[in-house]
Structures are given as structure tokens and as C-alpha cells.
């Protein structure tokens, strides 16, 4: 019988040992995705280069062997302030630290030192692909008439897959989305509240398999979290961007999406460097793009914040 790609079942739970199965069930770990790219087998491939005396094929060996997925998450807050969303494991995954202010917030902030760790099951209508040790970068995208969205994409160690029954999946966890627009989404950049169009983040991981002689792992080696704001263009009186670039001046970014006492997220940088703008034509209307760089204090891991309520 024909497997059925919309019956799938996403779930991530951190683990509690890097790289032993955490065992994540649909009742507590299941993430409320879209856009899936399952990738079971990933590897390097070496040619083998015998000489014969005839043309062909000398076959070929795979010398390493990993997993990756890639999904979106709709970026929305919770229920209640202090509730955990339900991509929280998801940043955990991605060198982001968590921190719950039990009845206020959850905040997500970059981190350098005790990364964690995901196993990620993928159920393709009773099929399922593991990965452990799973590391990833998110990415997100706020356009204006649209629904926001996180985007993720996880590596993780090679699990040969197996059947199982889908789980029953819960999640209620996921907020339903605001859409970007007047009245759920603001943008200042360097103070001024901007006519933005469109909002992308990067955190710009780099996640690496390696494979040496008794090392099997997926490691985050570095990370360069980068940006861009699209807006209508402002007079020079009012902000010079090309002056503002041309002094790689860093400035405050503040995005917040949903209004209300919950289902709000909020994305905060007090060191956004300004890039190179470059201009474009929408509706008739000169719109300025501006590519930013989040940078750290000296303290570290302060670049940016994800206020969650």
C-alpha cells in the first residue's frame, strides 16, 4: 500500500545523554510543522578508481553516513505568559538557551558552551526515521499578508529506519498564527517605527557531521546571526542608512508580533549593524532593504533575544 505523505508525525525531544534515544512520544513532543524535507541516508561518497581493461562503473563506498530534516514552524506565542511554547526543543537544538519566568515569559537567547542535543522521529504513515544527536540552525521569515514562520534544519546521527504506528499527536502546545500586518505586527529600527514589509533572521550555525576514527557526532562549530529589514525609504533628515552603513553603525532592533497579553513574540537586538541597503519597487513605492549583523558585547550570547509570552 501506498504511503501517505500528509500522514506524518514530527516529534523532538532534547536529550538527556548526547546521543542515546530520548524516546519522544505525541503526547508531550509532538511539532506542529509544514514544508517537510526527510532525508533518511546522507553521506560521502568515495569512487572507487581501480583500473581495468574495460570502461564501467568501479562502484563506489559511502564512508559516512548521517540524517537530515528540514521544516517549518509557524512563529506564534502561547496560551498563557509563562507557558512554553512548543518549539522550545526545537531552539534548544539549535544552541539557543531557554529560560522560563514562571506567569511572564519564555525567553530564548544565543549560546556558546553546553549545547544540547535532540533525537528527532520522523512517521511517514508508519514508517518511521530517527536521528540522534541532532544539532540545527533556524531561520525565520515575517512578511507582511503572511504567516510568519520559523524555518529549521537539523543533522543528526543515521538510524536505519523501522515500521511503527503513527502516534497520537497532541498539539495543543501551538498557538494559532497572527498574520503579519497593522494590526498584529510593529518593527523600529534605531528607534523609528518603520513601514516594514518584510523581516529575516538567521542564526546563522554552522553545523557540522563529523567522522573521525571513534568519533561519530554532529557538532556547532560557530554561529554569525544575520538579518534584513525591508521597509519604506525615509527621507535623510529623517535616518541617513547609507551614512549608517557607511559607519557600520549598530543600533536597536525591535519586532513585535501579536498585541495582546498572550500570543505575543517578541525578536530584540540592542547591537543590529547596519549594512549595505539596496532599494526596490513595490506598489510604485520605494522600499529600502537593509542587511544587518547581530553583534555580541564582549560579554557573549547577548546578540539577540526571543521573548515568547
Given amino acids: 500500500m501506498a504511503k501517505l505523505m500528509r500522514k506524518m508525525a514530527i516529534l523532538a525531544k ?3 545523554v548526547r546521543g542515546t534515544d530520548a524516546l519522544p512520544t505525541g503526547a508531550a513532543n509532538a511539532i506542529l510543522v509544514s514544508e517537510v524535507t526527510l532525508t533518511p541516508i546522507e553521506g560521502d561518497v568515495v569512487q572507487r578508481d581501480n583500473v581495468r581493461p574495460y570502461f564501467g562503473s568501479r562502484g563506489s563506498v559511502l564512508v559516512t553516513q ?3 530534516i528540514a521544516f517549518s514552524v509557524e512563529i506564534a506565542g502561547v496560551a498563557a505568559a509563562g507557558d512554553v511554547p512548543g518549539y522550545a526543543a526545537l531552539m534548544r537544538g539549535c544552541a539557543i538557551a531557554v529560560t522560563t519566568a514562571a506567569g511572564t515569559s519564555t525567553t530564548f537567547a544565543p549560546a556558546t558552551d553546553a549545547l544540547e542535543s535532540l533525537t528527532i522521529y520522523g512517521n511517514v504513515d508508519g514508517t518511521v ?6 544539532h540545527g540552525n533556524v531561520k525565520a521569515t515575517i512578511n507582511a499578508k503572511g504567516i510568519p514562520k520559523w524555518q529549521f534544519e537539523f543533522t543528526g546521527l543515521f538510524v536505519p529506519a523501522e515500521d511503527a504506528p503513527l502516534p497520537v499527536a497532541d498539539y495543543t ?6 498574520g503579519v500586518n497593522k494590526a498584529n505586527t510593529t518593527l523600529s529600527l534605531d528607534g523609528l517605527g518603520v513601514a516594514a514589509n518584510a523581516f529575516a533572521f538567521d542564526a546563522g550555525n554552522t553545523v557540522v557531521k563529523r567522522d573521525l576514527m571513534t568519533v561519530d557526532a554532529v557538532d556547532i562549530t560557530a554561529r554569525v546571526s544575520t538579518g534584513s529589514v525591508t521597509f519604506e525609504n525615509t527621507s535623510v533628515a529623517t535616518k541617513d542608512w547609507i551614512g549608517m552603513a557607511r559607519a557600520s553603525q549598530r543600533v536597536n532592533l525591535a519586532l513585535k508580533h501579536g498585541q495582546g497579553a498572550s500570543n505575543v513574540v517578541e525578536f530584540l537586538s540592542p547591537r543590529a549593524q547596519i549594512g549595505k541597503p539596496t532599494f526596490s519597487d513595490v506598489d510604485g513605492v ?3 532593504t537593509v542587511p544587518l549583523e547581530f553583534v555580541p558585547t564582549g560579554a557573549g550570547n547577548d546578540e539577540w533575544l526571543i521573548v515568547v509570552r
Fill in 129 to 134: 526515521y530517527k536521528m540522534t544527536d541532532a
Fill in 173 to 178: 502546545k501551538f498557538m494559532d498564527p497572527l
Fill in 286 to 288: 520605494q522600499m529600502i
Fill in 66 to 68: 548521517y540524517s537530515k
Fill in 14 to 16: 532534547a536529550e538527556t
